[in-house]
């Protein structure tokens, strides 16, 4: 629907006074571009000459592996794949590189205080332009043009899951419907799922 986004926006402003929830500068971004940069340094990166395995696995399993391991938050990797990203510590150093960097900006919205929050992300975009990792230089740069919003994210504390929350909710209702040819109608439908207004039922007889 056209104009659907700026629709989003409007709905969302009575929601997120309602929940203290404002949508704004996107948190998640960064960190879903980092998960990219090290997708590309997966693909493009040569193999390492000897071939990296571990207990249980032989090395074309455990490769087949790396890619998941490296995407995965480091807080919720298992055995294997902690004794995965040590062996690309040992001899894949740029991808193991690589994923450090994308652990590295996670902490940002992790364990990063808002006050430090500003020369922690300087710190970070100096280390991913010297690293020496195409994808990684590229996003170092990225960062650095949105560096006021990514950091007014942190410390307001600002996501944009409400506004994408919303928005795939009002796909929903339209799909439902068939669309809508009266706004009005669309607006009052979505006022109605996701306003939390009481209703009654026709079919309630008290």
């Given at each position: 629907?056209?104009?659907?986004?700026?629709?989003?926006?409007?709905?969302?402003m009575?929601?997120?006074?309602?929940?203290?929830?404002?949508?704004?500068?996107?948190?998640?971004?960064?960190?879903?571009?980092?998960?990219?940069?090290?997708?590309?340094?997966?693909?493009?990166?040569?193999?390492?000459?000897?071939?990296?395995?571990?207990?249980?696995?032989?090395?074309?399993?455990?490769?087949?592996?790396?890619?998941?391991?490296?995407?995965?938050?480091?807080?919720?990797?298992?055995?294997?794949?902690?004794a995965?990203?040590?062996?690309?510590?040992?001899?894949?150093?740029?991808?193991?590189?690589?994923?450090?960097?994308?652990?590295q900006?996670?902490?940002?919205?992790?364990?990063?205080t808002?006050?430090?929050?500003?020369?922690?992300?300087?710190?970070?975009?100096?280390?991913?332009?010297?690293?020496?990792?195409?994808?990684?230089?590229?996003?170092?740069?990225?960062?650095?043009?949105?560096?006021?919003?990514?950091?007014?994210?942190?410390?307001?504390?600002?996501?944009?899951?409400?506004?994408?929350?919303?928005?795939?909710?009002?796909?929903?209702?339209?799909?439902?419907?068939?669309?809508?040819?009266?706004?009005?109608?669309?607006?009052?439908?979505?006022?109605?799922?996701?306003?939390?207004?009481?209703?009654?039922?026709?079919?309630?007889?008290?």
């Amino acid at each position: 629907m056209h104009g659907l986004s700026a629709l989003v926006s409007r709905l969302a402003m009575p929601t997120a006074a309602h929940t203290g929830r404002w949508p704004g500068t996107m948190a998640e971004g960064p960190v879903t571009w980092a998960g990219d940069s090290l997708d590309a340094a997966h693909k493009t990166l040569p193999k390492p000459v000897r071939p990296i395995a571990v207990a249980g696995l032989d090395p074309a399993q455990t490769w087949r592996k790396v890619r998941a391991t490296l995407r995965a938050a480091a807080e919720n990797l298992d055995h294997t794949g902690h004794a995965i990203v040590e062996q690309l510590r040992l001899r894949h150093r740029k991808l193991w590189r690589a994923w450090q960097l994308k652990e590295q900006l996670r902490e940002l919205y992790r364990t990063i205080t808002p006050a430090d929050a500003p020369a922690y992300l300087k710190r970070w975009i100096t280390a991913a332009k010297r690293s020496r990792i195409n994808g990684f230089i590229s996003l170092a740069r990225r960062v650095g043009r949105n560096f006021d919003g990514i950091i007014n994210a942190v410390q307001l504390g600002l996501s944009n899951s409400l506004t994408e929350g919303l928005n795939a909710g009002i796909r929903l209702i339209q799909a439902r419907a068939h669309g809508y040819a009266n706004l009005d109608n669309l607006i009052e439908m979505i006022y109605l799922c996701h306003g939390d207004i009481p209703t009654p039922l026709p079919t309630q007889t008290h």
